[in-house]
């Protein structure tokens, strides 16, 4: 029976009204591009097929991930951080003082190392929340400052764990592969999916992860309801830099070593990491599974281009283009709405 004469249009159905969220959309396209990017590598070269490729795929992207689920905290608070990847370097160094020049046992490194970056994490926030200095600013003065201090800490020589037992279990073992022996998947991607539990479950189960998105949304409407935005965005940035002592503790594991001049660069891949996943660089949107596609989306890319003999500095353009282009699909997404 045809609608009443001047009743609306029929209501969508409640799965194409899903469909048509932005962010679910968004997550989908990523998706998508993630599964068009493995079938082109896979039909290109029958290198990248081998399970042995994808497992560095895995333990690339454990690392990445990690610190991209750092940045998505900070920028869904509208917010930036690019010392993520020098903090992460600075984690690692502090780890191998204590394991390595102190000798103290594997869990006072491993505390060490998470603690150092939640205090690295707590003055970015302090310079930001207090001092009001821009966070961009704020980050890039933290990036350089922990830069010169991983060098001079450790001599501007790499802190081997050669002596430190059980230390590159952290990363290179495999407690998959004890219940399942033909899949040795690393520790490390394991500890990036329980990571990305936590931190899902933060975003979306608790006060701090209401604020972080309420901080990115409006922040002047959340003071004016009597919020303390200020401890709200210090605890991000703690919360954050805690996170990137997770991935030093990582990359230290998987080299066997502290590396002081690794870790700038990375800062980038996170953060394209975190805006192709549909975070918003306005603040206020984002997901950590989205992150987490934006991150294998970077890895399977890079490993990809190098099994296909692409030049470094070619890979480089298509970071940069890929970055460039999600900034901007950020863009018309934040238009359309």
Do not use: H
């Amino acid at each position: 029976m045809p609608p009443a004469s001047g009743a609306g249009p029929a209501p969508l159905p409640a799965g194409l009204r899903l469909l048509l969220r932005p962010e679910l959309r968004q997550k989908l396209l990523a998706f998508a591009s993630l599964l068009a990017l493995v079938v082109f590598f896979s039909l290109a070269s029958s290198n990248f097929r081998n399970f042995d490729n994808l497992v560095i795929i895995l333990q690339a992207t454990a690392v990445n991930g990690v610190l991209a689920i750092a940045c998505t905290f900070v920028i869904i608070t509208a917010g930036i951080d690019l010392s993520v990847g020098t903090l992460m370097t600075f984690c690692s160094v502090m780890a191998g003082v204590v394991l390595t020049y102190l000798g103290l046992p594997l869990p006072l490194g491993i505390a060490a190392a998470i603690l150092c970056g939640a205090l690295c994490g707590l003055v970015s926030g302090v310079l930001i929340a207090k001092l009001k200095i821009p966070p961009f600013i704020a980050t890039l003065g933290m990036m350089m400052l922990l830069k010169g201090l991983s060098l001079v800490i450790s001599g501007t020589k790499p802190i081997y764990f050669t002596d430190t037992e059980g230390f590159s279990a952290i990363s290179q073992d495999s407690l998959i592969a004890a219940l399942i022996p033909k899949l040795p998947i690393p520790n490390a991607v394991l500890i990036l999916f329980v990571v990305a539990l936590l931190a899902g479950l933060v975003l979306n189960k608790t006060v701090l992860g209401r604020y972080t998105f309420a901080l990115g949304s409006n922040e002047e409407a959340v003071r004016l309801s009597g919020v303390n935005v200020d401890f709200w965005k210090i605890v991000v940035y703690t919360l954050s830099g805690a996170i990137c002592g997770i991935a030093g503790l990582l990359t230290a594991s998987r080299l066997n070593s502290a590396q002081p001049a690794l870790g700038q660069g990375y800062e980038l891949d996170a953060i394209a990491a975190v805006v192709i996943g549909g975070t918003s660089l306005a603040g206020g949107t984002g997901t950590i599974l989205g992150t987490l596609i934006g991150a294998f989306i970077m890895s399977v890319l890079t490993n990809g281009l190098r099994i296909l003999s692409v030049a470094q500095e070619w890979q480089t353009v298509v970071t940069g283009a890929i970055i460039i282009l999600a900034v901007y699909t950020d863009i018309l997404r934040r238009r359309s709405r």
